[in-house]
């Protein structure tokens, strides 16, 4: 379970799970169990704060973000220690008195539905833990002046990619890259192709 260590941060995080109904808390579980039982390549916040703020409820990126790495940490622990439902709604009373009765219902309920299979997922991600590349876009562009140059005229290529770091948050990277490196990025990426191909 999350470490009592900074009481109030952990009681703004309970605050803000009790603004959540049952039914909007099982839904950011739901996702959450599914990205930890290894169905989903990450948890999608993004999708968890439309259904909040469809919902009505008003929560910041923020505080909504430390809800989401709360439980996640919160099952991603229990799975680890192979918990059961009992087990991990006492550790969670321990931990805060803040728990809403409904809530702790809700978790209590998933997590009997799902904790077999987390924990085997926990026990292979143990020796798997990298990051991931989801998505990977690009663009062609022309940077034609700077501060220092009044005619560039040089071609780049802007890449963004999606990687689920091993927390399960799904976070953007981006770069640019003149044409010959991006040449030698993709000569290195048919490489590894070819590579894996033969495994």
Same mark, same amino acid.
């Given at each position: 379970?999350?470490?009592?260590?900074?009481?109030?941060?952990?009681?703004?995080?309970?605050?803000?799970?009790?603004?959540?109904?049952?039914?909007?808390?099982?839904?950011?579980?739901?996702?959450?169990?599914?990205?930890?039982?290894?169905?989903?390549?990450?948890?999608?916040?993004?999708?968890?704060?439309?259904?909040?703020?469809?919902?009505?409820?008003?929560?910041?990126?923020?505080?909504?973000?430390?809800?989401?790495?709360?439980?996640?940490?919160?099952?991603?622990?229990?799975?680890?220690?192979?918990?059961?439902?009992?087990?991990?709604?006492?550790?969670?009373?321990?931990?805060?008195?803040?728990?809403?009765?409904?809530?702790?219902?809700?978790?209590?309920?998933?997590?009997?539905?799902?904790?077999?299979?987390?924990?085997? !997922?926990?026990?292979?991600?143990? @020796?798997?833990?990298?990051? %991931?590349?989801?998505?990977? =876009?690009? +663009?062609?562009?022309? $940077? &034609?002046?700077?501060?220092?140059?009044?005619?560039?005229?040089?071609?780049?290529?802007?890449?963004?990619?999606?990687?689920?770091?091993?927390?399960?948050?799904?976070? !953007?990277?981006?770069?640019?890259? @003149?044409?010959?490196?991006? %040449?030698?990025?993709?000569? =290195?990426? +048919?490489?590894?192709? $070819? &590579?894996?191909?033969?495994?």
């Amino acid at each position: 379970m999350p470490a009592a260590e900074d009481c109030h941060g952990v009681n703004k995080v309970m605050d803000n799970i009790s603004r959540l109904s049952p039914d909007l808390l099982a839904d950011a579980c739901q996702h959450i169990l599914t990205y930890l039982q290894g169905q989903t390549r990450g948890v999608d916040s993004a999708e968890i704060s439309d259904s909040v703020q469809r919902a009505g409820v008003r929560l910041d990126t923020e505080a909504l973000q430390n809800v989401i790495r709360f439980l996640l940490l919160t099952f991603r622990s229990a799975g680890k220690s192979n918990l059961s439902a009992d087990d991990l709604v006492s550790r969670l009373e321990e931990g805060s008195n803040k728990w809403p009765k409904a809530s702790l219902q809700v978790l209590h309920r998933l997590w009997s539905e799902h904790s077999a299979s987390v924990h085997a !997922q926990q026990k292979l991600q143990a @020796t798997l833990s990298i990051s %991931q590349l989801v998505d990977m =876009q690009w +663009k062609l562009g022309m $940077a &034609v002046s700077s501060d220092i140059c009044r005619s560039l005229n040089s071609p780049y290529v802007s890449l963004l990619l999606k990687v689920v770091e091993p927390s399960g948050q799904i976070c !953007q990277k981006s770069f640019e890259l @003149t044409v010959p490196q991006f %040449q030698n990025f993709h000569k =290195q990426f +048919k490489e590894m192709a $070819a &590579v894996m191909e033969t495994v």
